[in-house]
């Protein structure tokens, strides 16, 4: 399928009918995915198997890389210049170079407009018109998140809630405060009152959305301590809560004296209690819906509509809390942020399943210090139960023999660069222990084959010398459970063949770099796919209103997708 050539195609299709809005996001899944299928012989190559046989024989082979090596040695190996590359000089730069018409190709989708901006005064985009205020708010934010300065609740009961520094993480400060005011505004126009969070953790966001707004809240969530930890947390708050109201309302009651347009006992009791806030745990999700005929709708308003939300959810629970929307007629609304796709359970289907490409990468993942095969999130059945991923029948029936498995997965949830990475400076010693990774795969596959693949040496200390890094690798074989693994704790490693096996194949280290570049730039293509597979999923079960939109500062949290959907009545 040929390429939109611009965005103007994605918005004249989005502002006609819903019809023609489902076939634009067909179409640029489709693209999406045209553009992965090119990638993917590469994104399966994990970058500790980069100097491995037949990985290394792969990347020297592959144009794509070649084309990035010539950018890499053009710009002397600056990753902030190579990722931050004006795309139109350099196409002018460096002719027929298959990186760049890739990027361009590539670029022309993730700017498109089908993916909104969420504007409010709490994120900021780097293209948006700001004022200096906003400016220094974030950028401060930013510095807090750096200097890794937390926050925490602060209750006011004018109808705000406010943060001060103390014991609340930055980043989840951002996450919290721009995801409850987009749900208040949904609230708002939708006559929402009751809320249901799947993964509710410690109810962040009930704590914001509930100090201003005359909602139910109930909170699921599968870890037992934590609920009945935030439970009690909540307890008290609310008594805190309540008892500031009575207190208000004696002070009143004693200025005003025999007014007679004062509030009776029973009104202030219902005034009290005007949310009800429930959590529950180790809930079958399966069941969903005789539990909440039976437990959960005693506590809703059944005058007004219900929101499914999530913040963050990790791997298939996103999934999971889609098709719970999707299949219960109770809810009419969903907001929710996905995270950890390297978790989800992906379905490969028997044409995937028997390509060269599925058999190589099934063949070369690795195990860990428990003999635990490496790759346990695919599936080869279509139980609609746990496949996490994908979920539209357009995926599936179009692209049989499309995957991406556990190792692109894992990219997708790779950080956005930013200047102060410590992987965008090739002598850092973060990036020499990705180098350093890779290379001791390589070692292993020459003196110990059987190790090749093996994955389990756990944390090892930052060093500049290959040699120690070898060493404290083998040192680590001794804290296996397996007695195979044990046995080779005892290799006896040689500082000059060590020394000389760095000076052979440290020539090959220009490769790793490509990868990790492509890696890196192309990390939010396969989020994409997988978010808007989600939204092909609910529009082909009849669910129009769908949207997508990026929530967060991409720069404090990059897992910043959101999916709004509604149902129409």
Known sequence: MELLKDNKDINNSLNSNSSNSYNTYLQYLSNLINIAQKLTPLMIINLNDAFLEQMISIL????????????????????????????????????????????IEYTKLLNSDLIQRYKSNKIINDNDSINDNDSSNINKLREDINSNINYEF???YDGKNLFKKSSFKSKKYHEVDNLSEFIIENLNSGNIKNIIELGCGKCYLNEKILISDDVNYIGIDKQAELVDKTNKIISKKITKKENKV????????????????????????????????ILYKNIDLSNFNQFYELTLNKYLNSNSNTVLI????????????????????????????????????????VNSSQTELFKFYIKNVGFDKYDHFLEETVVFEDNKEKVGYPLSNYVKETFKEFFM?????????????????????????????????????????VNIPD?????????????????????????????????????????????????????KYKT????????????????????????????????????KNCEIFEIFDKDISSRNLLIKAHKYK
Do not use: P
């Open 60 to 103: 020297m082979k592959s144009q794509l890389v070649n084309d990035n090596i010539k950018i890499l040695e053009h710009f002397k190996y600056n990753l902030e210049d190579i990722l931050g590359l004006n795309l139109d000089k350099a196409n002018k730069d460096f002719e027929n170079n298959v990186y760049i018409e890739l990027v």
């Open 154 to 156: 602060v209750e006011k």
């Open 246 to 277: 009575k207190n208000n309302q004696n002070n009143n009651q004693t200025d005003k004296c025999n007014d007679s347009s004062q509030t009776n006992d029973d009104n202030s009791n219902k005034q009290l209690s005007k949310n009800s806030i």
């Open 310 to 349: 999530g913040l963050h959810a990790c791997g298939n629970l996103t999934a999971d809390t889609i098709k719970i929307f999707n299949e219960n007629k109770v809810f009419s609304s969903l907001i929710i942020v996905g995270c950890c796709t390297n978790l989800l359970t992906e379905y490969i289907s």
């Open 405 to 445: 498995g556990r190792v692109i997965r894992n990219s997708a949830m790779q950080g956005v660069a930013k200047k102060e990475d410590k992987y965008l400076n090739i002598n850092h010693e973060g990036y020499r222990k990705i180098f350093f990774r890779a290379l001791l795969q390589k070692y292993l596959e």
């Open 451 to 503: 190790l090749r693949l093996y994955y389990g040496f756990g944390k090892i200390k930052k060093t500049n010398d290959f040699k120690d890094f070898v060493k404290q690798a083998i040192s680590h074989l001794d804290k296996s459970d397996i007695l195979k693994y044990k046995k080779y704790s005892t290799f006896k490693t040689n500082d000059d063949n060590i020394d000389e096996f760095y000076e």
């Open 508 to 543: 090959y280290e220009k490769y790793i770099w490509a990868l990790y570049v492509i890696r890196f730039k192309f990390a939010r293509l396969f989020e994409l796919i997988i978010n808007i597979d989600r939204i092909v999923y609910l529009m082909e079960s009849g669910i």
